[in-house]
């Protein structure tokens, strides 16, 4: 069973940076979706963002231009690198990884969806203070 661990989170002050790591216990796909999402308290989980095996990143546009993902190849950890953090960005921040969907003759993008991913880790907390 391939495992999915965060690190890296803390509690901060507003306005402070902290980065996010992910590691698998094994190389998941060599075609993939990896994902950052979150968890607010009372709120449903929420997508943060995603890259493909081609370093194709998304945002969600509540952390475009704070936060960046990245992942150097297949076999190396996932990152969220978030800056300028903000109350609202406290959470437990989760990572996961799935397959990258061949439909139709073609590689289709990573998506958001909570289905597309099949592999998920604990989840490390993030808590910001103003």
């Known amino acids: 069973q391939v495992e999915l661990v965060e690190s890296g989170g803390g509690s901060v002050q507003a306005g402070e940076s902290l980065r996010l790591s992910c590691a698998a216990s094994e190389e998941l796909y060599r075609e993939y979706c990896m994902a950052w999402f979150r968890q607010g308290p009372g709120n449903e989980r929420e997508w943060v963002a995603f890259i493909s095996d081609v370093h194709t990143t998304t945002y969600a546009d509540s952390v475009k231009g704070r936060f960046t993902i990245s992942k150097a190849n297949a076999a190396a950890p996932l990152y969220l690198e978030m800056s300028l953090l903000k109350t609202e960005d406290t959470a437990m921040y989760y990572c996961?990884?799935?397959?990258?969907?061949?439909?139709?003759?073609?590689?289709?993008?990573?998506?958001?969806?909570?289905?597309?991913?099949?592999?998920w880790g604990r989840g490390t907390q993030v808590t910001v203070s103003s």
């Open positions: 996961a990884a799935g397959p990258r969907r061949f439909r139709n003759g073609a590689w289709q993008t990573c998506t958001g969806a909570n289905s597309e991913y099949d592999t």
